[in-house]
């Protein structure tokens, strides 16, 4: 065993020695993800899965977990969406009431933390719980069912329509030392019932912690489910995740991962498409620049006949920043009738910043149109000049078409105050010689008039 | 169509599938320090030539074999294969073609290759290499006059050691990967190609390749370098008997372009793909590499692969020179139980680099295909640009097409661009063709050939011909 | 010459013809018109071979033959061609490469040999510029970046190259101008003769001033509904098909 696995283990058992009994399920699985961790360690950049990113600076850390969820309510103010929503709300991985929302959920909608869901009812969360994410997906998948005890639950009775947005918020908090944590979200959404669900990942500036998410969302036939992720986490943050979906038949799941912030990012999203007609929508955007690393990889397994995926992801990379993106369309033996599409499009600003791009079909049958195109490269010169040739300076022109380039991610966004809060991001991420904050503020300024 | 018609429009009999009973010396079966000085003995080489095998060699006793492709093979018994296998005693190696065994050539005449009055009249030079020992090589003193060395490696090490030491391995390492590093050890023959400066090499060059003898192994290695300002075209057919074992090829090609040089480099690899059980069929592992080391050199790979049960080959360029360009162009049927891995890397590293791209697969029966690629540009690639198309047309529902591209970009004024499509055959354009009255399999024919296209006119002209009529046989079958 | 009887056709278990019979004899050109729905395609389509269909019941022959027991090829040597609505782009294949093979196929169904190399261009030539055609077309793959005029051209070049006995043209007037128009029409009217027949599908009347039919078909609802000679077209141009469907409910 290594000293880094060593280290994460015996957080384990001061963990264990703290905590009173728990289910034997619980503690059962709980200790299958530790032997799973130690005998498959930190990923070592020869597994093709990691090939392009280093984990070592996770590995290395000393990470805590936190004891308490306390956190500045003027600073949480700033950083919280305005949004009218149902809100759960944990700082550090702890479930923080005072910053959550639960007044009059709706009927046939259940939203709560994890904790309280093992305590009130440990058996209907313990079947789900894992089905989708098991130990055996990646050493971080392991590690997170080793350390599994909050997060949220979100439970759709069929048929069941939510208004509101759910926001499930992480807060990173800056402290003494660099705290860990290793949420766990599970959505079960019912039958043709239809809900959108925001998971934003935000915090102090100067917090350097480590978030491990496992997420696992299951669609019931004709469930509709809008998923964001909105991650703004602090610079100097870890964070890995993976997200697990089950598609039954004719169910849609679209996915906004918009990952602006964090300094070291992982993450996976695998969809299983399991029922006819079933549909998932991958729509992507990943600014980064310093030295942040921004690292998505997605899945698409189509696993009926008469499935479809569709995928869009886009990428503005500065500085020492570096990128990958990896997306993977599976066609099962005996699905056919498939249509999968993949696009991919980035923007280098500097040359020192890398983007690694894999785009991947594997396809074991003939009734398929899968196509997918990736472009890495610059913006359109002729464009460029049309904006200038109006009279605007080029840098602005080119700030301008930068901001475009991310907007057609931003155009298919279905929530104002989202888009907009990425848009003015996106604007103040890039380069000051674009001057372009000042003219997404103005804009967003008159929408709201 | 139903996917039965389909199935029998694929089947196919391999047509190049004879043996030439021909007397042969071969080596026991087995590998060992012994194997590799008894090769080098066997050729008269030069201590030096010893030592850098045996170097490669003990190098590749430490490597294991490369599990990442998408391949699915039994490991194989290094141990149980010859390492050596000539036609004749080599002190009776022909002089030239009227000294040539009889017996060979008709084995050439049954392949079609273009070696004796053919050749003359196509214009193109040919060195045939039959198992392990490079035949004849044709048009030698002619090439000579103009300056152009074309003759078997052996005989290259021979009569020009210090171009062979200059550039052998230099573009693919001994130990570059695990069957690099066996060929450098053990390699046999192969073809060397020298065009001097300012150059064109008069006519097309061409080496046909066949493995014959039983349970042997060929391993040739093939270098050509390109002077400033010299140009060569070079054409390369493999075939081999049917056998119900499988027989391993490992060959190492490198290709070296100076300032303002172009090499194209074209193949039409029909080696035996096994029979539709998957019994039998090569194995066929192949680094290719160029490396465009001059400013505005020019490497060009043209690929039909239609053979093998089992394809592992990347023809790579190395873009070094500054406004240097690679181009990759391929076609690759798989059918019965074929499997390929296959693609290219372009590794841009000087500014002002171009790379091209066109790969299509066609995959049929229960073959299973796989387009591997990666593009690399380097920080210092500056202005560096990449297409890439990548097409995979499926015909029946047992086999598979899978893409693998690898796209790593590191800096901002570079363009890539990635295109790729998977589909079958479009009912609508086979429905179209026959209600012209053309027949199910020609029209199958037709689209397929249109489909590859755009990599069949980047052949030289003789070869495309060859080429279109190779990938008809391979979907030839029983419809009507 | 093409004998119809009762036929019975669906497509995912809706029926689109419902009963049609139709006969046409040799040297006769047919109009079918009808509105939008009626099923006009689905019969030159089914003749033809296309496989998305179900044939429920009934027959179709030509000289006595089963159509309907032919292979989609064999129904275009015998001489059955069908001229598309939405011809298909087919990359890499080169147009002249599609003519000679489908003439050596009809050609070696007659028991003739190939055209020799120079016949076949002299041939070709003469009918590119009979249909206003540049020679560059014979180059390019088959319909592929054609616009709609320039596709539905190529729909008759190979008509007449391949001299069908009875050619059967969907809607191929659709998104022509009155330019192209004339050319088609011209190119079709060539090929009237006292052996050969056509069956034109049309929503407009409009290509009726240029081809002039025997006889015109309304089809309504997967019948025909009523029949009549070239006058019958343009009083459907003035008055529209719902009389038809008035005079057939009642």
Redesign the interface.
Known sequence: MSEDVKRFLDRLSERSANRGPEPSWIAARRQAGAARFEALGFPHRRV?EWK?TDVRNIARGDFVLAKEAEFSPATAATLALPLDAHKLTFVDGIFAPRLSDLADLPDGVQLLPLSQALENNHEAVGGPLGRLTGVDFSPFAALNTAFMEEGAVLRLAPRTVVEKPIVLQFLSRAGEQPVMSHPRILIEAGARSEATVIEHHTGEVAAANFTNLVEEIMLDRGAILTHYKLLESPEQDSHVASMHMELRRDSRFTSFNLCLGGGLVRNDLVSELNGEGAEVIYQGLFHAQGRQHVDNHTLANHNSPRVRSWENYKGILDDRARGVYNSKVVVK?DS?KIVAEQHSA?L???????????????????????????????LDEEAVFALRSRGIDEQTARGLLTLAFAGEVMEQVGLDVVAERVELAVAGKLPDRYHLAGLVEAAVALNED | MSTQEMEQLVQREYKDGFVTNIESETLPPGLDENTIAFISNKKGEPEWMLEWRLKAYRQWLKMTPPS?AHLDYPPIDYQAISYFSAPKRPEDRPQSLDEVDPKLLETYEKLGIPLHERAALAGVAVDAVFDSVSVVTTFKAELLEAGVVFCSISEAIRDYPELVKRYLGSVVPQADNYFAALNSAVFTDGSFVYVPEGVVCPMELSTYFRINAENTGQFERTLIICEDRAQVSYLEGCTAPMRDENQLHAAVVELVALEDAYIKYSTVQNWYPGDENGVGGIYNFVTKRGDCRGDRSRISWTQVETGSAITWKYPSCVLRGKDSIGEFYSVAVTNGRQQADTGTKMIHIGEGTRSTIVSKGISAGRAEQAYRGQVKVG?RAKGARNFTQCD?L???????????????????????????????I????L??????????E??VN??V??????VFQELPMEFAVEAEALLNVTLEGAVG | MLEVKDLHVSVDGNEILKGLSLTINAGEVHAIMGPNGSGKSTLSSVI????DYEITSGSVTFDGKDVLAM???E???AGL??G?QY??E????KNI??LK??LN??RE?LGLGEMPAPEFMKLIKEKIAAMKMDASFLQR??NEGFSGGEKKRNEIL?MIV?EPRLAMLDEIDSGLDIDAMKVVADGVNSLRSEERSMLLVTHYQRLLDYIVPDRVHVLVDGRIAKSGDAELARELEVRGYDWVLEESAA
């Open positions: 093709e392009y033996r056919s980035n280098l600003l500097s040359d020192r910043a890398e983007i690694d791009t894999k785009p991947e079909l594997e396809i074991y049958n003939d009734d398929v149109q899968c196509a997918h195109g990736a472009t890495t490269g610059q | 990442w920080p995979s499926l015909i029946g529902d047992q086999c598979g097409a899978h893409t693998f591209p690898y796209m790593e970009i590191g800096n901002s004024t570079a363009q890539v661009e990635h295109e790729a499509t998977t589909s079958k479009g009912e609508d354009q429905f179209y063709c026959r209600a012209r009255g053309i027949s199910e020609d029209a037709m689209i050939n249109g489909f590859c296209k755009d | 033809a071979g296309k496989e292979d989609i090829e129904r275009a040597r061609l069908l598309f011809p298909v087919i990359p890499g294949v490469y599609l093979a489908a196929a009809k169904a793959a088959v190979q391949l």
